[in-house]
């Protein structure tokens, strides 16, 4: 199970943190991302973790702002979003790729194309007003 938690309503240029906390699934290896989906548009990928190098990657429109990080005693992944915009507003998802192996770079992919494993959460609304 994953199972999302920190979203809510702020202003613009607020920051939130969301934590994505993980069971049933060995963290040594797989991947890990956040993704979003707004009224209207396609769920994309925003931030993805390779589990076992610990390699990041970032949409071009939340890097420098967003920061993806885990703590393994918690089980849990998390979200850092500062300087939230209106155009942040979405429900946020995260997902696991639990495969053992994987390309060279594949959190970039993972962020693309979504977990190669369906293991998703039931998603967090984070809602940014002007």
């Known amino acids: 199970n994953l199972v999302e938690s920190g979203g809510g309503a702020v202003q613009s240029g607020g920051s939130l943190r969301l934590s994505c906390t993980v069971s049933?699934?060995?963290?040594?290896?797989?991947?890990i991302g956040w993704f979003r989906q707004a009224p209207g548009k396609e769920r994309e990928g925003i931030s993805c973790?390779?589990?076992?190098?610990?390699?990041?990657h970032y949409a071009d429109d939340v890097r420098g702002r967003f920061t993806i990080s885990r703590d393994n005693a918690k089980r849990t992944v998390f979200l850092q979003m500062d300087n939230l915009k209106v155009d942040d507003t979405a429900v946020y998802y995260c997902?696991?790729?639990?495969?053992?192996?994987?390309?060279?770079?594949?959190?970039?992919?993972?962020?693309?194309?979504?977990?190669?494993?369906?293991?998703w959460g039931q998603g967090t609304q984070v809602s940014v007003s002007a």
């Open positions: 049933g699934f060995d963290l040594d290896y797989g991947s």
């Open positions: 973790l390779d589990l076992r190098d610990g390699s990041t």
């Open positions: 997902g696991l790729d639990s495969k053992r192996t994987a390309p060279p770079g594949h959190v970039r992919a993972m962020c693309a194309l979504g977990p190669r494993t369906p293991n």
